[in-house]
């Protein structure tokens, strides 16, 4: 930690300042727009973007991480606070500060105890799937401020706002990158100024309400933005603990999950390794920070993680340049932040959740992997019918259980030799000869709890089909572990195979696995032998059974 | 089903008599007990060993599993209800039959959706852990009705009879079965006889009672034992379906964990399959017809099956004749089991759950895996402290989180060749060689989302301590499958290597991985190339570096 500030080199500072820049004017509509998804007055969202993005420069691990309000953990905070306390309301801002603690302290201790595996809960298509329900579910709730439908019926100039930001905005993804360099413009620069798209539309919106006297005409704005620093204090709601207690896991689950994937995508292109136990603490350390300052649950965001490192950012330092310029922001007079109108902010979230709404992922895994594609769309539909947090149960329910599903149907081969040679294949794939006494199997997977059941029906529907067999060889050459279970699975399949007359053997034990094999019983109760080869093995055992079945007497 | 039905030959009647003779007499104590384990009256036990056995042999797979009654169920059953009505109500029996219901229909649908692999979601140390929670907490249950507690001190004629009857059955469980042998009997049949030490004791027990006017003294008996068969009727409470819904997956689960290692257990010993998917069926139907019935949550009973193999059962037949028995002393007379004392019936149940206070796996996984043995203790923990349902979630948890901690450590091996060989082994193990231009890795695991991060970790860390690479041979001989989480990792790292001028190379994929793979468009991407072995890949990949160091203009 902070090895970055020890070795800062002055030729980094400029790569930060643009970013930092760049980065603050995307946050100031976005931390705004998202504390309204979380229910929250829209200044909330500023206060998130100041203490927490200083202290993961102090902390975390990512270089070039922003870290701040997201849309994704902005409703997982609605979805928490609604049965908890009224929007808007005293209690509700309490509730979300509280929240922010609560995940702030469990991801910070997950981090300290070395948790950091916890993040490979979710597999990639299941991420992307509750990526895609969250994205739906959070365009369904914008369409209400997009169209000023909180009013009697549909409010034409809220409508009209709304619409035309909508299509700007859309244009802008689209066109704007290109144009820019038809203008002149490098393509990062042209990417990075498209991204500003937002801020220019919200600001245009803006400038219009007053010019036109849209607020005056009842199309909904942003109202009162206290000016000024968010005091440090911690309101707390001592009754609220325990309802507080799964939603705080749940979204500092996903808090953690974000920000690891934000933190990744850009060290696979900064050279950076990610240490996931520093993520937990950088974010943890983040929310405790945004508790403090009477915001909501922050993590690192994808996109905006994306502009940061794009427009130039270097080192954390980037983040602390954006931090100081939003104080800046809020020390200034606030009030042309007073007439945002908000169907404009209802459009840039739209769109930002549009960029979420990824459907590659679906295709590769329907080519690739049915099971993951069902996957995928099972957690989609989940959280978009049973909600946002069992969404989050049911994603590593269905990563788990893909994972158990696969286990179940592990690839075994019988092996043959191919005549003339020392090499012994899969008799399906090769013509390859086999013994009638001896059956090789070859398990092609670790050995565990998920597959143990698996093996022994098979190797039990081996010897069925195979009256004769005396010997039987797991060749383990692609086994890399055997945990307790499987241990166990070993120990009672030998004495059973020797009511039967078979004996059992081991060849091609990998180093590690025989060392850990050697602390256990299983060796030394082996009917059988251990060899290191398939050859070796098949050699000697045909040679002791031609022998028996010449001089049965022996 | 029903293939043992058509196939029954004469020779297999006498054993399935002797068998279920024995089951009948096993099960009238036990069930009388368990029944008072779950809440419900003594008799409620009895008619849960009628009709579900009858079923499980129609619908089950396994040939010699006895269902019915199981005290870790009947705990579970009394935990779910115990905050929905009181025990002994009518509501509460009610309830009861309703929890088989669920449990039955979500078995069943399970078994007809084909999901038998959820049985491999818990692993043998968090069953073995689960397990010994449950005895003990069974266990300090039964310590009240043993010295008869409920009454205002300490009973003395209970405390007598319950200790005495608990003496004489550790004394049959250790000297028993060695006596009868001495007495000529042989050692199947000896370890049969001492298992109905329980039955002996508790007739005895229930003599002494009107002899010795123990009733009248204040010893608590088992009361009313309404005599004729249970009707076919479903009594349901349509305002707790919700209420009842999460325990009966929880109970169902477990039902399944129980009976499937059970019927596990038998068929090796049988040289059987046991499928899965069947045993769901089997189990679930004979949950409902408990339901039907009036009883409560039944499952295969490992003690009981194993009895009933043992006594000689070749076939589901043995379980019909042992429900016919028990449907029999029903119709007969019941007085004679109106006068069992509960103390003895505690000193059944308590002797019972010290047969399943087995250490044995917490030792051999202590010394084998510190991490399984960590996860026996934990689940143990969590079943006595936070309570039995609490415990199958801990044990879920705790058998994936093992899983995926594991996965996220995965064994990754650089390769170097053996001077003057085409082998190429662990550089770490050794003596080998290796190029600085080219880095082979050798994966010992399948990629999938648990360990993709590992992997690219472990990548980043090789590249940065060997900047002269410029080629990274995956070496993928242990990767038996490639998930679509590590096939984007594959896709993402491909071009991020490119721009730090270092080619992607795969070497010795599998058939079937190659297989997949080609549905991808990975190797289509791919910057290096696809190698049969290990030995062509370093010396194309030599021969190049070597010419473009030659000739560095090329």
Same mark, same amino acid.
């Given at each position: 930690?902070?090895?970055?500030?020890?070795?800062?080199?002055?030729?980094?500072?400029?790569?930060?300042?643009?970013?930092g820049?760049?980065?603050?004017?995307m946050l100031?509509?976005?931390?705004?727009?998202?504390?309204?998804?979380?229910?929250?007055?829209?200044?909330?969202?500023?206060?998130?973007?100041?203490?927490?993005?200083?202290?993961?420069?102090?902390f975390?691990?990512?270089?070039?991480?922003?870290?701040?309000?997201?849309?994704?953990?902005?409703l997982?905070?609605?979805?928490?606070l609604?049965?908890?306390?009224?929007?808007?309301? /005293? =209690?509700?801002?309490?509730?979300?500060?509280? #929240? @922010?603690?609560l995940?702030?302290?469990? +991801? %910070? $201790?997950?981090g300290?105890?070395?948790?950091?595996?916890?993040a490979?809960?979710?597999?990639?298509?299941?991420?992307?799937?509750?990526?895609?329900?969250?994205?739906?579910?959070?365009?369904?709730?914008?369409?209400?401020?997009?169209?000023?439908?909180?009013?009697?019926?549909?409010?034409?100039?809220?409508l009209?706002? /709304? =619409?035309?930001?909508?299509?700007?905005?859309? #244009? @802008?993804?689209?066109?704007?990158?290109? +144009? %820019? $360099?038809?203008?002149?413009?490098?393509?990062?620069?042209?990417?990075?100024?498209?991204?500003?798209?937002?801020?220019?539309?919200?600001?245009?919106?803006?400038?219009?309400?007053?010019?036109?006297?849209l607020?005056?005409?009842?199309?909904?704005?942003?109202?009162?933005?206290?000016?000024?620093l968010?005091?440090?204090?911690?309101?707390?709601?001592?009754?609220?603990?325990?309802?507080?207690?799964?939603?705080?896991?749940?979204i500092?689950?996903?808090?953690?999950?974000?920000?690891?994937?934000?933190?990744?995508?850009?060290?696979l292109?900064?050279?950076?390794?990610?240490?996931?136990?520093?993520e937990?603490?950088?974010?943890?350390?983040?929310?405790?920070?945004?508790?403090?300052?009477?915001?909501?649950?922050?993590?690192?965001?994808?996109?905006?993680?994306?502009?940061?490192?794009?427009?130039?950012?270097?080192?954390?330092?980037?983040?602390?340049?954006?931090?100081?310029?939003?104080?800046?922001?809020?020390v200034?007079?606030?009030?042309?932040?007073?007439?945002?109108?908000?169907?404009?902010?209802?459009?840039?979230?739209?769109?930002?959740?549009?960029?979420?709404?990824?459907?590659?992922?679906?295709?590769?895994?329907?080519?690739?992997?049915?099971?993951?594609?069902?996957?995928?769309?099972?957690?989609?539909?989940?959280?978009?019918?049973?909600?946002?947090?069992a969404g989050?149960?049911?994603?590593?329910?269905?990563?788990?259980?893909?994972?158990?599903?696969?286990?179940?149907?592990?690839?075994?081969?019988?092996?043959?030799?191919?005549?003339?040679?020392?090499?012994?294949?899969?008799?399906?794939?090769?013509?390859?000869?086999?013994?009638?006494?001896?059956?090789?199997?070859?398990?092609?997977s670790?050995?565990?709890?998920?597959?143990?059941?698996?093996?022994?029906?098979?190797?039990?529907?081996?010897?069925?089909?195979?009256?004769?067999?005396?010997?039987?060889?797991?060749?383990?050459?692609?086994?890399n572990?055997?945990?307790?279970?499987?241990?166990?699975?070993?120990?009672?399949?030998?004495?059973?195979?020797?009511?039967?007359?078979?004996?059992?053997?081991?060849?091609?034990?990998?180093?590690?696995?025989?060392?850990?094999?050697?602390?256990?019983?299983?060796?030394?109760?082996l009917?059988?032998?251990?060899?290191?080869?398939?050859?070796?093995?098949?050699?000697?055992l045909?040679?002791?059974?031609?022998?028996?079945?010449?001089?049965?007497?022996i």
């Amino acid at each position: 930690m902070l090895q970055w500030l020890r070795r800062y080199r002055r030729e980094l500072l400029a790569g930060d300042i643009g970013a930092g820049i760049v980065v603050a004017m995307m946050l100031i509509p976005q931390g705004m727009a998202y504390a309204l998804v979380a229910g929250l007055p829209p200044v909330v969202g500023l206060y998130a973007g100041i203490l927490p993005p200083i202290l993961y420069a102090l902390f975390g691990s990512s270089m070039t991480q922003s870290v701040g309000p997201m849309v994704i953990i902005s409703l997982m905070t609605a979805t928490a606070l609604a049965p908890l306390a009224a929007a808007g309301s /005293g =209690l509700y801002g309490v509730l979300a500060a509280q #929240l @922010a603690l609560l995940s702030g302290v469990v +991801l %910070l $201790v997950c981090g300290l105890l070395r948790l950091g595996f916890v993040a490979n809960f979710f597999s990639r298509p299941v991420m992307s799937g509750f990526t895609i329900g969250a994205a739906l579910v959070i365009a369904q709730g914008q369409i209400e401020p997009l169209v000023g439908a909180d009013l009697p019926a549909v409010h034409l100039p809220s409508l009209t706002l /709304g =619409l035309g930001s909508l299509a700007l905005l859309l #244009l @802008a993804r689209q066109y704007l990158a290109p +144009l %820019l $360099v038809r203008l002149g413009m490098g393509a990062g620069a042209a990417d990075t100024g498209a991204r500003l798209a937002p801020m220019v539309v919200v600001v245009g919106a803006t400038i219009l309400v007053p010019l036109l006297g849209l607020h005056e005409a009842g199309v909904a704005v942003t109202g009162d933005v206290p000016s000024g620093l968010p005091g440090l204090n911690l309101a707390l709601s001592h009754g609220h603990w325990r309802a507080l207690l799964q939603p705080a896991l749940l979204i500092g689950f996903m808090i953690f999950l974000i920000s690891m994937s934000a933190a990744q995508t850009l060290a696979l292109k900064r050279q950076e390794k990610v240490n996931s136990n520093y993520e937990l603490i950088g974010v943890g350390v983040a929310n405790i920070g945004s508790a403090l300052t009477g915001a909501l649950p922050v993590t690192g965001s994808i996109s905006r993680s994306a502009v940061n490192f794009a427009a130039g950012a270097q080192t954390p330092l980037a983040s602390v340049i954006s931090a100081v310029l939003l104080a800046l922001a809020l020390v200034a007079p606030t009030g042309w932040l007073t007439l945002m109108p908000l169907p404009a902010l209802a459009a840039t979230i739209i769109v930002a959740v549009l960029g979420m709404f990824d459907l590659s992922t679906l295709r590769t895994a329907w080519r690739y992997d049915r099971g993951d594609a069902l996957a995928l769309v099972a957690t989609a539909a989940g959280v978009l019918v049973l909600g946002v947090e069992a969404g989050v149960v049911i994603g590593v329910m269905l990563s788990m259980g893909t994972l158990i599903w696969r286990a179940s149907r592990p690839h075994i081969a019988v092996l043959g030799r191919i005549a003339g040679t020392e090499h012994f294949r899969n008799i399906e794939r090769y013509a390859a000869e086999t013994v009638p006494e001896i059956l090789m199997l070859r398990i092609d997977s670790n050995l565990f709890f998920g597959n143990v059941d698996a093996v022994n029906a098979r190797i039990e529907e081996e010897l069925q089909a195979r009256p004769a067999v005396r010997h039987l060889v797991l060749v383990m050459s692609a086994v890399n572990s055997i945990d307790t279970t499987a241990l166990f699975a070993l120990k009672e399949l030998n004495p059973a195979l020797k009511l039967r007359g078979i004996a059992l053997h081991l060849a091609e034990v990998k180093g590690p696995v025989l060392d850990r094999l050697k602390q256990s019983e299983l060796l030394g109760e082996l009917t059988g032998r251990l060899y290191l080869s398939a050859v070796m093995a098949s050699d000697e055992l045909s040679r002791t059974t031609r022998a028996a079945s010449l001089c049965p007497q022996i």
